[in-house]
C-alpha cells in the first residue's frame, strides 16, 4: 500500500487493511460455524447476548442501551428477535414493577455455549498456520492493541 500523498509505502495503511482483512476472514469463518451448528442470530443478537450474560443479575433494557453505546429503540428491536427465538425473556423487576429486566433462557445460555465454540472453531482456522510461539506473540501484540491507550487527538 502506498502513501497518496507521497508515493512511499505506507506501513501503517497496509497493518491497517491486514487487520480489516483477518476481522472480516475471523467473522465469515465463524458464520460458517455457526450456520454449520445450525444457528441463526445476527452478529448484534449475539453481542446483546453476550452482554446480557456479563451482568450479576437481569440487565434494563437503558443498561443494555448504555452498555452497547446504542439508542434504546436498537435494544428493543434486538431483545424482540430474541425472545421471539427463546433466548431471553422480559420479566419485571422485583422492585419495581414498572421496570422491565433482560434474562438469558436456557436455550440463550445453549446459543452463547454455541458462540463460544464457534468462536473458539473460527480462531483456530484462522491462527492454524501460526507455531505455539507465534501465538503467544500474536496474542500480546493483540493484547498491547487492545488494551493500549486510546485514540490521542
Known amino acids: 500500500m502506498l502513501d ?4 512511499a509505502p505506507d506501513p501503517d495503511g497496509l ?4 487487520l480489516l482483512r483477518l476481522t472480516r476472514r475471523l467473522h465469515r469463518s465463524q458464520k460458517r460455524q455457526l450456520e454449520s ?3 441463526a442470530i445476527t452478529p448484534a443478537q449475539s453481542r446483546l447476548l453476550r452482554t ?11 443498561d443494555l442501551a448504555a452498555r452497547l453505546e446504542v439508542v434504546p429503540r436498537a435494544v428493543t428491536s434486538l431483545v424482540d428477535g430474541l425472545e421471539a427465538s427463546g433466548r431471553v ?3 419485571p423487576d422485583p422492585s419495581n414493577r414498572r421496570v422491565i429486566r ?6 440463550g445460555r445453549a446459543t452463547l455455549r454455541a458462540l463460544r465454540t464457534a468462536r473458539r472453531a473460527a480462531a483456530e482456522d484462522i491462527l492454524a498456520p501460526l507455531t505455539a510461539d507465534q501465538r503467544e506473540v ?3 501484540l493483540l493484547s498491547t492493541l ?7 487527538c
Open 4 to 7: 497518496s500523498s507521497s508515493g
Open 15 to 18: 497493518l491497517a487493511e491486514q
Open 37 to 39: 451448528a445450525e444457528i
Open 52 to 62: 446480557v450474560a456479563h451482568y450479576d443479575q437481569p440487565p434494563r433494557m437503558a
Open 89 to 91: 425473556r422480559r420479566v
Open 102 to 107: 433482560i434474562e438469558l433462557t436456557d436455550a
Open 138 to 140: 500474536f496474542g500480546g
Open 146 to 152: 487492545v488494551d493500549g491507550p486510546g485514540p490521542r
